[in-house]
C-alpha cells in the first residue's frame, strides 16, 4: 500500500474564483473561510471575485491561498483522507505547516499575513520578476543567470527552473534563453521571491517566529530549503526559505524514496500535479480545485488504501 503526501500550492497558482464551489458544497470549508476572515476582511470576495491585479498583490495572494488550501485540507481529512507525509511550495509550507498541527490554523493564518507584509515590502523596493525556462538543463540555466545577474530559485522538475531578478535583468535573460533553445514563460507574481533580494524580510520573519508557539509535528513536514522533513525548531527554515531557493524536485524524489506514490495538490489549479508526473510519470497525482476532483480522490484514494 503506498503512502500518501499533501502537496500545497505556490503563489502563482491563484485565480478568481478559487474555492467558491467549496465553499457552496462544504461545511467544512465554509467554516474555514468564516473564521479566517474576521482577521482579514475581504478574504472571501478576494477568493470569489478579485480581480486578477488584485490577487497579484503578495498581501493578497498569500493569505487567500492559505484560506483556499486550508479549506480543501480540512475538507479532505473530514472525509478520512489523511496524509503521510507533507510539503508545500514556497507559502504552501505554511498552509502545510498548520495542517501537520505544529500550529493551528489561525496562527498559521498569522504567519502567511506577516510573511507576505514583509515580501511585499522588500518587493516594492525594486522592479522585479519571476520566469520559468522550460527545455534547457540545470547547468545551462545556471549559466546564464550567472551572464545576466539573476537567479536561479525553483527547481521544480526536469527541465523547468524558476529563475528570480531585477525585471530588466529577466528579459535579458529570457532573450538569452531563446537563443540557447529554452523557453521562458513569465510567472504571475510580483517580486524576486526566494531570492537574495528577500533577505531583509526574511530575517525580519525570524524576529516574528519568535512570538509564535510550535508544537511537535504530528505528520512529516518536507522543507523546501533541505528536501528532506524538518526536524527540531522549525522557525529557521522557515524564514531562511523566503530567500532560498524551493527544491521541489528533490522533494518529490525523496518522498517516492520513503515510498509515497500518491500525490495530492492541496490548492487551485493543478501546476505541482504537472510537476509530479514530470519527475515521475508511474505515480498517482491528483488536483483537488473542484469539488468533483475532491470527490474522486475520496472514491479512489480511499478505496486503494
Do not use: W
Not at 531557493?245 to 528533490?250: A, G, N, S
Amino acid at each position: 500500500m503506498d503512502r500518501i503526501v499533501f502537496l500545497f500550492s505556490g503563489q502563482g497558482a491563484q485565480y478568481s474564483g478559487m474555492g467558491s464551489r467549496l465553499y457552496e458544497t462544504s461545511a467544512v470549508a465554509r467554516h474555514v473561510f468564516d473564521t479566517l476572515e474576521r482577521s482579514f476582511p475581504d478574504l472571501k470576495r478576494l477568493c470569489f471575485s478579485g480581480s486578477e491585479e488584485e490577487l497579484r498583490r503578495t498581501e493578497n495572494t498569500q493569505p487567500c491561498m492559505y484560506a483556499v488550501e486550508s479549506a480543501i485540507a480540512e475538507d479532505l481529512l473530514d472525509r478520512g483522507i489523511a496524509p503521510d507525509a507533507l510539503a508545500g511550495f514556497s507559502l504552501g509550507e505554511i498552509a502545510a505547516l498548520a495542517c501537520s498541527r505544529a500550529v493551528d490554523i489561525d496562527s498559521g493564518f498569522r504567519l502567511v499575513k506577516e510573511r507576505a507584509r514583509l515580501m511585499q515590502r522588500d518587493g516594492n523596493r525594486i522592479q522585479a520578476a519571476m520566469t520559468a525556462v522550460l527545455k534547457l538543463d540545470g547547468p545551462t540555466v545556471t549559466e546564464l543567470a550567472d551572464e545576466a545577474g539573476v537567479y536561479p530559485v525553483n527547481f521544480n522538475a526536469p527541465g523547468q527552473i524558476v529563475v528570480s531578478g531585477v525585471s530588466d535583468r529577466i528579459a535579458r535573460f529570457e532573450e538569452q534563453v531563446k537563443n540557447r533553445g529554452g523557453r521562458a514563460l513569465r510567472l504571475n507574481v510580483s517580486g524576486a521571491f526566494h531570492s537574495p533580494y528577500m533577505k531583509t524580510a526574511a530575517a525580519d520573519f525570524r524576529t516574528f517566529l519568535d512570538q509564535v508557539e510550535f508544537s511537535p509535528f504530528r505528520v512529516p513536514l518536507y522543507s523546501d530549503v533541505t528536501g528532506t522533513p524538518y526536524e527540531g525548531d522549525p522557525r529557521n527554515l522557515l524564514a531562511k526559505q523566503i530567500a532560498s531557493p524551493v527544491h521541489f524536485e528533490t522533494i518529490i524524489r525523496n518522498l517516492i524514496g520513503a515510498g509515497v506514490g500518491t500525490f495530492i495538490e492541496i490548492g487551485p489549479g493543478a501546476v505541482l500535479t504537472g510537476l509530479v508526473k514530470k519527475i515521475d510519470k508511474d505515480v498517482r497525482a491528483y488536483p483537488t480545485d473542484t469539488p468533483e476532483n475532491i470527490e474522486r480522490i475520496a472514491q479512489e484514494v480511499r478505496h486503494a488504501h
